[in-house]
Each structure stands twice: as structure tokens, then as C-alpha cells.
């Protein structure tokens, strides 16, 4: 079957930096996305890795370990307006994308 | 400058009473796929279109139909709504060349009175 993980929830203070953790299996890779959404509002596209490593973008940071089905957004400098749900969706063998339930990140 | 476009942004119907949201791109993008999101879930993959070829997810309610006119607007029909199907609505495009990323319009928050 094909299967997203991530933490349902986490916080974090202002200023700090926090790494939310998505683990998959898919049948098929052809990369993994990061979205944003706050609360009532559409997903908007945060990053995408298909190669392993640490692709960097500002305060956001996204990491992929292919061969752990792993991956991690890195939130650095924490500001109250990151406060969101952060979902992750891998790019399998199809045209669609399967989502993770999202972490909701509260931030303080 | 190039987007999607959802229409109404809120709509509210009542129980059994047929209602059709619609969406509109100017990315000029042959895929096109309608998603349920329910609070705290994960969006739904409803169905999606690769130019004109429908492709339904296996899980979704007949009470779901869907047309695509032309390359640019898709609809969504849900001919009897019920309590259940209130949730936001979201249509997303993408292309099948380079990533696969998809860009979500603003959605349509459906309630069923």
C-alpha cells in the first residue's frame, strides 16, 4: 500500500527553529513536495526534493533520504505567521499526489 | 499573472439541493484534479482529468461528477449533497512535464444546511 507519515501536531516558540519529520512508502518516487496552508486557505507550494540532500530556500529548509523514504522541513527563525498546517506529498508513478494527513505547527 | 481561479469562494446549499463549483486556470495545464478537504484531514483526491480523459478515484461517491468543457475550466457536480459532503473544495492543475507540482486554487468552502 502507499503510506505518509508525519506528526499530527507540534510547537514551537518564536525565534526557533523546528524540523517536521515525513516518513513514505510509495510504489513509484518521482519526488516529494512540502506545502503551507493556514487554516480555510489552498496549500501553497513550500519545496520539492527528488534528489537526495538538503535543498535550501530562505528560512525553509527540506531534506530527502530516498533509500530511508524519509524526508524533513527545517523551519529556522520562527515567526508567528508559520503558524499552519505543513503537508507533505510525494509524486509516485501517476499524475496524482499523495498527501500526508499535514502537522499542524502553533507556533508561540 | 497566471493562477487558478475558484468560483464561489463560499457556497451554501441545501440537503439534497444539486450545486456546481467551478474552477479556471490560465496556466494553459493538461491536468486538472478536484480534492475534498475536511478539517484536520489530509485533501481527498476526488477525480482528475488528463485533458479530456476522466480518471475517478475508486472511493468517490456517485453523488460526484465532474465535466471539463475545454483546457481551462472544470467543474464539479454534487447532485444531491448531503450533511457529510460539506467541506472545502479544491481544485489544483499541473503538467506532466518536469516535477509534477500542483497548484491549488483558493478553494470553495461548501456548507449543507
Known amino acids: 500500500g502507499q503510506n505518509i507519515d508525519q506528526p499530527t501536531e507540534m510547537t514551537a516558540t518564536e525565534g526557533a527553529i523546528v524540523q517536521i519529520n515525513c516518513t513514505y512508502q510509495t510504489s513509484g518516487f518521482n519526488g516529494l513536495f512540502w506545502y503551507q496552508q493556514h487554516a480555510g486557505e489552498a496549500p501553497t507550494f513550500l519545496s520539492y526534493?527528488?534528489?537526495?540532500g538538503l535543498e535550501e530556500k530562505g528560512r525553509f529548509s527540506s531534506f530527502l533520504s530516498r533509500s530511508k523514504g524519509y524526508s524533513y522541513l527545517l523551519l529556522k527563525e520562527l515567526q508567528m505567521k508559520d503558524s499552519a498546517s505543513y503537508l507533505c506529498a510525494v509524486s509516485g508513478d501517476t499524475d496524482k499526489l499523495i498527501f500526508g494527513t499535514g502537522t499542524r505547527l502553533q507556533v508561540f | 499573472d497566471a493562477m487558478v481561479i475558484q468560483n464561489p469562494r463560499y457556497q451554501v446549499t441545501q440537503f439534497g439541493k444539486p450545486v456546481t463549483l467551478s474552477c479556471s486556470q490560465t496556466?494553459?495545464?493538461?491536468?486538472m484534479y478536484w480534492y475534498q478537504q475536511k478539517s484536520s484531514q489530509a485533501p481527498k483526491l476526488l477525480f482528475h482529468y488528463y485533458d479530456k480523459d476522466f480518471n475517478n478515484e475508486a472511493d468517490t461517491p456517485d453523488n460526484f461528477q465532474s465535466r471539463r468543457p475545454n483546457t481551462s475550466f472544470c467543474f464539479l457536480d454534487i447532485r444531491s449533497p448531503g450533511l457529510g459532503d460539506a467541506a472545502m473544495y479544491l481544485c489544483a492543475t499541473g503538467s506532466r512535464q518536469g516535477s509534477n507540482e500542483q497548484f491549488f486554487g483558493p478553494g470553495t468552502r461548501l456548507t449543507v444546511l
Open positions: 526534493n527528488v534528489l537526495d
Open positions: 496556466l494553459n495545464h493538461n491536468v
